[in-house]
T-cell receptor
């Protein structure tokens, strides 16, 4: 399998649930990213990892917790989310932080 | 500080007509510039990018964009629209200064193509 994959593709959860989003890249890249895409709003960069170290956290609420166990995998752990957190969550990777990014298909999250 | 502005959230063109999507940015240092396309239920795909060198860059699917420093613009064009060009398009600016870097996306422009 090539490129950037994300699972699950769709997720519905209650406000008290705990769930995790998974991203995997098969491109040998060193940097990985989480984005939030909401309707009619610019893409929001949430987290950046370079060589498994978090290098950027754009004031994201603590109910979102990223984890990068190795350069190929990135997780986004979710707990006690709010309805306004419903969005498409995109993962991306790049050779290094300064290079073009390759995006996964996204996880469509709905918080009830 | 930097920002990206895409003029027009929605553009409708006839099949075979010119596609023009506008992107302006603000930056205190030379930026890297990107255009991405997003088809329904998919992630973003890179169309083209400008880093250094030739200011007219060609991308996939017949798209091209020109970096104009004096106008702080990076407009995307395609001479003849095809039905398959219907999608959402995002302009992005990457700024790297020392150890600080920022990547910003525009709000997106939805393109519809009329038969």
């Amino acid at each position: 399998e090539t490129g950037v994959t994300q699972t699950p593709r769709h997720l519905v959860m209650g406000m008290t649930n705990k769930k995790s989003l998974k991203c995997e890249q098969h491109l040998g890249h060193n940097a990985m990213y989480w984005y939030k895409q909401s309707a009619k709003k610019p893409l929001e960069l949430m987290f950046v990892y370079s060589l498994e170290e978090r290098v950027e956290n754009n004031s994201v609420p603590s109910r979102f917790s990223p984890e990068c166990p190795n350069s190929s995998h990135l997780f986004l752990h979710l707990h006690t989310l709010q309805p306004e957190d419903s969005a498409l969550y995109l993962c991306a990777s790049s050779q290094d932080v300064f290079n073009e990014q390759f995006f996964g298909p996204g996880t469509r999250l709905t918080v009830l | 500080a930097q920002s990206v502005t895409q003029l027009g959230s929605h553009v409708s063109v006839s099949e075979g007509a010119l596609v023009l999507l506008r992107c302006n940015y603000s930056s205190s240092v030379p930026p890297y510039l990107f255009w991405y396309v997003q088809y329904p239920n998919q992630g973003l795909q890179l169309l083209l990018k400008y880093t250094t060198g030739a200011t007219l860059v060609k991308g996939i699917n017949g798209f091209e964009a020109e970096f104009k420093k004096s106008e702080t613009s990076f407009h995307l064009t395609k001479p003849s629209a095809h039905m398959s060009d219907a999608a959402e398009y995002f302009c992005a600016v990457f700024l790297h200064e020392g150890d600080d870097y920022k990547l910003s996306f525009g709000a997106g422009t939805t393109v519809t193509v009329r038969a």
